[in-house]
């Protein structure tokens, strides 16, 4: 089990970018998936990144080639790098934890991308 807490949502203007960053309580050297999820109004939540313990990542279909996924094991730190973004990439933005026991989520963190 880990706690997580999402930073660096904001408001952006189209074509912009934005970096989130996931802080876990522990380790998260040995979960076996660090993802990203996100949830507009009036939809479901959706699978946006994810990034394993050997290192594989995959994206969805909408945002790949300008989201970009990674971690920092020392800093127990999951990031998001989002470019060239869209309106419809506001949402609110949940980082989660992965494993046999389960997931953990964090609060989330809102994104709005607007002129």
């Known amino acids: 089990q880990v706690q997580l807490v999402e930073s660096g949502g904001g408001l952006v203007q189209p074509g912009g970018s934005l970096r989130l960053s996931c802080a876990a309580s522990?380790?998260?050297?040995?979960?076996?998936?660090m993802a990203w999820y996100r949830q507009a109004p009036g939809k479901q939540r959706e699978l946006v990144a994810g990034i394993t313990v050997g290192g594989s990542t995959d994206y969805a279909d909408s945002v790949k080639g300008r989201f970009t996924i990674s971690r920092d094991n020392a800093k127990n730190t999951v990031y998001l790098q989002m470019n060239s973004l869209k309106p419809e990439d506001t949402a609110v933005y949940y980082c989660?934890?992965?494993?046999?026991?389960?997931?953990?989520w964090g609060p989330g963190t809102q994104v709005t991308v607007s002129s």
């Open positions: 989660a934890g992965v494993g046999v026991r389960g997931a953990d």
């Open positions: 522990r380790s998260i050297r040995d979960i076996y998936l």
